[in-house]
């Protein structure tokens, strides 16, 4: 980060954060830690199968189990009917299939709840869950998109006749907003002066893998039901839980305390969850449910999973004239509760920070026998980011441009903000000129290149690849009414509330419920700047639905960029109301009284007072004006107008040993354009981490299916997470051009380093290897298809590589842990 | 049932409990320190970690009755007369955590590391912190954070700390 | 997350570990460090009805120079044996294989024992053992036997330790100055080896006059890769002899194939490893 002389406003400010007093010293609550007397443990009794039909559960044995309350199937519970939510129907004709708390007739993945068990202890629990005896009829399992597609391929789904779940198109030709790619296409492949080139990427499928596995307790005692939930979205579950098991809104009180991460993860409506809602109420007792880490990989929701045809068109001289693109998204199983929407929401991002004059964007969801896919950090913009990135590359190496000089030719100039694209949104500001320049100049751009043609020249072992990305995404989800155009189930706005104590503190209530984010401390930040009170002061609360009874969570970046300004329209209101106190006790006209920095003062003169005196005033009531009410609380809700549009220059130097495959980050430089950042220690946070999970994409961690739809990497000594000792420094900055559409200024951080890393990286293995003939690797760009891939550049052929085998050694054995069946040692 | 005597945070524990019994699963479930926190079922993540005998384990894969006459430190028992540990002040200052879920064990594994190698370069400790998996912060502010506190911890050191977190509430 | 139920014993001398093992017959399950096995219990991948816990017995860490051999308790702990000024001195091949073994909480309780009698072909010791002729010292009913490296590994996770007996002590002959080099190739940090070589070189005026090599995860056990030792005695330790000795890397090798890497992958990987490992090794 450029460190600069430490702001007078809070604004601007590196404040440490306030959570951290309690997360450093363990006094923390996450939910697992809560458990109310008399709280029985439910275990979820999985299919080791992917798809096959129950034939039969015998639930006598472990019903005799000690310490076990019950064994239950749906029909047991009397929720055979029950559907779990869906709350994006992306076409009027999509194709939903019900997905039950748990399976009953047929499991449709493995990994899905067959029966669950409840017990008093969460051993006793998982031990009577081995005596469930369920026979399977074993069908064929749905893998492979295409194939799913084809006719006569087996369904997931009978009832719903098809594997397709919908198709969505986005048409700039029909929609009014640009060209027609047809037509583009066309007079591309008629001009000899024009290109079409043609790219086909995959996104691997992705565990968003939290660190806190999710957890739930449900508390059937006293008037409310309280649900303690390891989830994002604490308003949302709330609603949707009486949606989904019809208990009334007002008799639900969720509460989602210390949560351990989630990056789009925690953002479903859990079959879990509403059994334990479900059994609290049968059982008149807490019940509890804590999953273990290979269970959250298996059946917690996953990430990406697309196959990518790009068509691109363009000029030789470089200018693009048009991009196709034709995506297939595998939904897994089931819809989760914005699944669908997930591939679309990268709709509007394929165009990124060009000015390409026609678009056309078709995506076809499909349902497999998998595990259901649903938001992961970034959730459909790093898909449409890579894409674009990556064949911007390839449009480089066609014409022989420099990628970075083709991109700024393409590029929308800083003098042509605000900008409408191709899509019909309107880019408020941005500057790509002045990110690039920094970065290239901190990363030494044309020394790197110059040190590239060396070991190209001299036939280093070990060679080096430029990988760039520039990048741009929405933020701040979202316009109300652009989601209510995409058949969205809910708007984007977000809720604030604050409370002016009698003692001169002030309390903040915020619908955006935090598991990392630092929102105690930045909203603080914010609060102490609008009311000119000490930052102390402030006391952020959140994650309650009886505290914040109204919000719409944490996601998509939108703390800040809607979260934040709710806070700011109704401390607007606080210091309206505080105004017209003041000017009653101060006998003076509302007009002539001045705010700053939390003292309210007559114009001209030297009499005033605090803002903490009229909270005090105000909750005394002694004497105030006779058309207000003692108090200067206040809330507002926001909806905003239009997304946040941050961007960014990505460089990486990537080092590729030919001998071995290997992939090494030499150095990641990014110049981030986020807006006004209000704590800069917390935005380069955000940065890093989303950094390191973007290049967790391109380097390490794929979700493995074997050919009979069982996940063979299920626990974390295969699912690759990169440690400390697989990553190196990012060299990260910000550069600044606030947004106009919001009062702050800002824009968001919270995805921007996952959405812009994975194409950079890729990009540089791929320059690494360009001269070598190598012109795809797929992701992750492990060592072993990084070798594959020069072996078939070279014309030599290689064994097909088996993504399905269980790695022999390894700590567990040749067994599939998530394959109880197998062979134990 | 097996017994296991053992001393935690300072506090003599005497109970009887099952041999499967994790000693994690003690810490929290006995002894309700829950700031000690799970990660996973394979002795990865290290989330669990704390301090058996003055090293560094994962709380996950010991018995509770292998720790039968140990000394264990928790998170919980790190600061010292409601002073923190020269780690926890650095992992504030550095913004070495975000969801905190990892920080627990990331700051026991820190501490046993220093203790063992005073000064690491930024690769030391990378290694050093290679049993800890953290999801939100791309490790970096957390290699600033060893560091810091290695600075931090030197004889004689004055490094400025920047308003010191008080143990606030809570015990 | 919640191993199934077992009774528990905690011996502590290693003729009451035998008679425990004896009293509990075959569904029982020796603890060392509990590193592998407490994940393949928390998963239930495995369920003994006892566990013999062999942490009580004091005598079976140590580490001691005994006449030409360094003598290792079963029960010593990586952490110890990668420091021990000993192992540093005599077997530094030990010393640093050891030292990529997981991470330090794992070599905090994994002992050098468990990891040998656990026999994973991912595990990086036995390459190390095997390439050193390390002898395993082998408790039972009758009395110890020893069995040297070459018989001890038999198949994955099957070691020559028979029913009834326990690992006690692995014996090192000195490979005082020796150059020695531990190439280690896995997918992250913390992964196990997809690949990786051992090897001690005794340079005597420059040239080569003994080598031992071993391979781990090449096999269902680890493999001694006799061709290259014999590719590399007599000659000069450079750039041309290391690249020709480990043409000869998969000789006697059965690749296992897995997502990471296909067994043609891992020969090739064999190979540019050993060459790499020689190199390092002559320094």
Not at chain 1, 212 to 233: F, K, L, N, Y
Not at chain 1, 364 to 378: E, H, M, Q, S
Not at chain 1, 416 to 434: C, K, S
Request: net charge negative; proline share 5%; glycine share 10%.
């Amino acid at each position: 980060m450029t460190t600069t002389a430490e702001p007078t406003t809070e604004l601007g400010k590196a404040r440490t954060r306030k959570e951290d007093a309690r997360l450093i010293t363990g006094r923390t609550r996450y939910t697992d830690a809560i458990t109310p007397h008399g709280t029985l443990h439910m275990f979820v009794v999985r299919s080791p199968i992917a798809h096959a039909t129950i034939t039969s559960v015998d639930k006598s044995a472990a019903e005799a189990a000690p310490g076990v309350l019950g064994v239950f199937t749906a029909a047991d519970l009397g929720v055979e009917a029950v559907g779990l939510p869906c709350a994006w129907p992306i076409t009027p004709d999509m194709k939903s299939p019900q997905r039950p708390l748990l399976a009953t007739g047929t499991v449709h993945f493995a990994g899905e709840g067959v029966a669950v068990v409840v017990a008093r202890t969460p051993a006793e629990a998982r031990d009577a869950a081995d005596l469930v005896e369920i026979d399977y009829d074993p069908l064929e399992p749905v893998l492979d998109m295409e194939a799913a597609l084809a006719d006569g391929a087996t369904l997931v789904h009978p009832d719903l006749g098809t594997n397709e779940n919908a198709t969505w198109v986005f048409d700039s030709g029909a929609a009014g907003t640009g060209g027609s790619v047809d037509e583009a296409i066309a007079a591309a492949e008629a001009d000899p002066d024009s290109i079409v080139l043609k790219r086909r990427f995959r996104q691997q499928r992705l565990i968003p893998a939290f660190m806190e596995p999710r957890s739930c307790v449900v508390d059937p005692t006293g008037e409310q039901i309280t649900v303690w939930a390891a989830t994002q979205v604490p308003h949302i579950l709330r609603t949707m839980t009486t949606v989904t098991l019809g208990v009334p809104e007002a008799k639900l009180r969720v509460i989602a305390p210390d949560v351990g991460g989630g990056f789009g993860g925690k953002i479903g409506v859990l079959p879990e969850e509403m059994l334990c809602v479900a059994l609290a109420q049968r059982l008149n007792k807490p019940v509890k449910w804590t999953e273990t880490r290979s269970e959250s990989l298996l059946a917690a929701h996953h990430g990406r999973d697309q196959i990518q045809d790009i068509t691109i068109t363009a000029k030789k001289d470089g200018t693009v004239t048009g991009l196709d693109v034709h995506l297939l998204a595998d939904m897994g199983a089931y819809l989760g509760l914005v699944g669908p929407g997930v591939p679309i929401l990268g709709a509007f991002m394929f165009n990124a920070i060009y000015k390409f004059p026609a678009l056309k964007f078709t995506c076809t969801n499909v349902f497999t026998t998998k595990t259901l896919t649903d938001a992961y950090r970034g959730a459909g913009r790093p898909e449409a980011t890579f894409a674009i990135e990556r064949i911007m590359d390839e449009l480089a190496v066609e014409l022989g441009r420099d990628p970075m000089d083709l991109r700024k030719q393409n590029w929308i100039a800083h003098e042509e903000f605000p900008f409408t694209t191709v899509v019909g949104l309107t880019y408020d500001t941005g500057n790509y000129e002045q990110a690039t320049e920094q970065a290239m100049a901190t990363f030494d751009y044309a020394g790197l290149r110059r040190e590239q043609e060396e070991r190209r020249a001299r036939g280093d072992k070990v060679q080096l690849g430029i990988g760039i990305s520039t990048f741009t995404e929405m933020c701040g989800l979202a316009p109300s009414r652009v989601l209510g155009s995409l058949a969205y189930g809910a708007g984007g706005w977000e809720a604030a509330s604050i409370r002016m104590l009698a003692t001169g503190k002030v309390e903040v209530v915020t619908g955006s419920s935090a598991h990392g984010q630092g929102h105690e401390t930045a909203f603080s930040q914010i609060v102490a700047d609008q009311l000119g009170v000490p930052f102390e002061d402030v006391e952020i609360l959140h994650g309650d639905t009886q505290i914040s009874p109204k919000g719409l969570d944490t996601y998509g970046s939108r703390s800040l960029a809607v979260g934040g300004i709710a806070i700011v329209k109704a401390a607007d209101k606080v210091i309206a109301k505080a105004k017209k106190l003041a000017a009653h006790l101060l006998e003076a006209s509302e007009d002539d009284i001045e705010f700053n920095a939390g003292q309210f003062t007559v114009r001209g003169t030297d009499k005033g007072k605090a803002i903490q005196e009229l909270a005090f005033a105000a909750f005394m009531a002694h004497d105030y004006p006779e058309d207000m009410e003692p108090s200067l609380d206040a809330e507002a809700v926001y909806d905003p107008e239009n997304f946040s549009f941050p961007h960014g220059t990505h460089l990486a130097a990537m080092e590729v040993d030919t001998e071995t495959g290997k992939v090494a980050l030499r150095r990641y430089v990014c110049v981030d354009d986020i807006g006004n950042v209000v704590n800069p220690l917390i935005a380069e946070g955000q940065v890093h981490g989303g950094l390191a999970q973007g290049i967790a994409q391109a380097l390490f961690e794929e979700a493995n299916y074997d050919d009979q739809g069982t996940l063979v990497n299920g626990t974390f000594v295969d699912y690759t997470l990169p440690s400390a000792a697989d990553l190196p420094s990012f060299e990260s900055s910000t550069v600044s051009t606030p947004s106009t559409s919001n009062p702050l200024g800002v824009k968001g951080v919270g995805e921007a380093g996952t959405i812009a890393s994975t194409p950079a990286i890729v990009n540089g293995v791929i320059d690494a290897l360009r001269h070598l003939g190598v012109t795809e690797v797929e992701m992750p760009t492990t060592s072993q298809r990084v070798w594959r891939a020069i072996q078939e550049a070279q014309g030599r052929s290689t064994q097909e590589t088996p993504v399905d085998t269980h790695s022999p050694g390894a700590g567990l054995g040749s067994i599939d842990p998530n394959n109880p069946q197998g062979e134990v040692q | 049932m097996a017994q296991v005597r053992v001393t935690v945070d300072g506090v003599n524990y005497a109970d009887d409990v099952e041999p499967r019994m994790l000693l994690v699963q003690y810490l929290r479930e006995r002894l309700g320190k829950t700031g000690t926190v799970v990660g996973c079922d394979t002795s990865n993540c290290g989330a669990c970690t704390v301090h058996l005998n003055g090293q560094s384990v994962k709380s996950c894969s010991v018995l509770a009755v292998q720790a039968d006459g140990a000394e264990v430190l928790t998170i919980e028992g790190l600061a010292r007369d409601g002073e923190l540990h020269p780690v926890q002040k650095a992992f504030n200052e550095c913004h070495g955590l975000q969801c905190g879920y990892c920080t627990p064990g990331m700051i026991m594994a820190a501490v046993d590391l220093l203790g063992d190698n005073p000064d690491p370069d930024e690769t030391e400790v990378r290694e050093g912190i290679e049993g800890n998996l953290c999801r939100c912060t791309g490790y970096q502010n957390i290699v600033r954070s060893v560091q810091r506190a290695a600075q931090m911890m030197k004889p004689g050191a004055s490094v400025p700390t920047e308003s010191p977190a008080p143990v606030a509430g809570g015990n | 997350m919640i191993p199934a139920k077992f009774d528990y014993v905690r011996p502590s001398s290693v003729d009451e570990a035998v008679a425990a093992l004896r009293d509990a017959g075959e569904d029982a399950k020796i603890l060392a460090g509990g590193q592998s096995l407490l994940p393949v219990l928390r998963l239930r991948l495995a369920a003994p009805s006892v566990i013999i816990d062999l942490g009580g017995i004091a005598d079976l860490r140590r580490i001691a120079e005994d006449g030409d051999r360094i003598a290792i308790g079963a029960m010593a702990p990586h952490h110890d044996v990668m420091r021990d000024d000993l192992v540093k001195q005599h077997v530094s091949l030990l010393s640093q294989a050891t030292a990529t073994v997981a991470d330090p909480q794992v070599r905090h309780r994994g002992t050098l024992g468990g990891a040998l009698a656990h026999a994973d072909p991912a595990g990086d010791l036995g390459a190390v053992a095997l390439a050193l002729d390390a002898e395993f010292v082998i408790a039972g009913a009758s009395g110890t036997r020893t069995v040297p490296a070459s018989e001890f590994f038999v198949d994955y996770f099957t070691t020559a330790i028979g029913e009834g007996e326990i690992l006690t002590q692995v014996r090192f002959p000195k490979y005082t100055g020796w150059a020695t080099h531990y190439e280690k190739f896995n997918r992250t940090a913390q992964a196990w080896s997809m690949c990786a070589v051992a090897v001690a070189l005794r340079i005597d005026g420059g040239s080569i006059a003994e080598a031992r090599v071993g391979l781990t995860n090449m096999g269902t056990t680890p493999i001694r890769a006799s061709g290259v030792e014999a590719a590399l005695v007599g000659q000069q330790a450079n750039e041309d002899s290391a690249r020709a000795a480990a043409e000869h890397a998969t000789e006697g090798t059965a690749a296992p194939s897995d997502a990471d890497a296909a067994s043609d992958y891992r020969e090739h990987l064999a190979r540019v490893l050993t060459g790499r490992a020689v190199l390092a090794a002559a320094g």
